[in-house]
């Protein structure tokens, strides 16, 4: 089902994807911007959220810049323990992606830490909690670099 979005709507979600404003009143500077007023952008956002358009708004770092690591993992997580496996990996800290996906290896997500040894003991966390023992530590040997923007 398609979601019904206006010209202001899209505007809004064009400004926040790659240069959202880093000040006090971030969604009051936007709306000044579009020529609205921050009350709006705020119930706009809010709505695009409740709707599904919007996951998240957030930074975006490259882990090695700020000393971390980063990796992906994927497991073979049986039908009646996806919803656990997803709960167990989404406590963490760090879980930037987690995604279930139609293959034997059926759920994928990125982790962020500190270190690799940090990433293997929550790994091995998740394993016991959940009981799922094919858990594959993917970490990346080349950075591929993607700007992804929708122009609405």
Sequence with gaps: MAIEMDDLDKAILNRIQTRFPLT??????????????????????????EDGIIRRIGGNFVPSKVGFVSTLCTAQVPEEKVDLFARTVNAFPGVTH?????????????????????IGDHLTRISE?????????????????????FDL
Excluded: C, D
């Design 24 to 49: 006090p009143k971030p969604f009051g500077f936007i709306a000044r911007a579009l020529g609205t007023t921050e009350a709006e952008v705020l119930l706009r956002v809010s709505r695009l959220k």
């Design 98 to 118: 987690n995604y279930l996906r139609e293959n034997s290896f059926n759920v994928w997500f990125t982790f962020i830490a500190p270190s690799m040894a940090q």
């Design 129 to 149: 909690k959940t009981g799922v023992k094919r858990i594959l530590n993917l970490p990346a040997t080349h950075l591929f670099k993607i700007r992804a923007k």
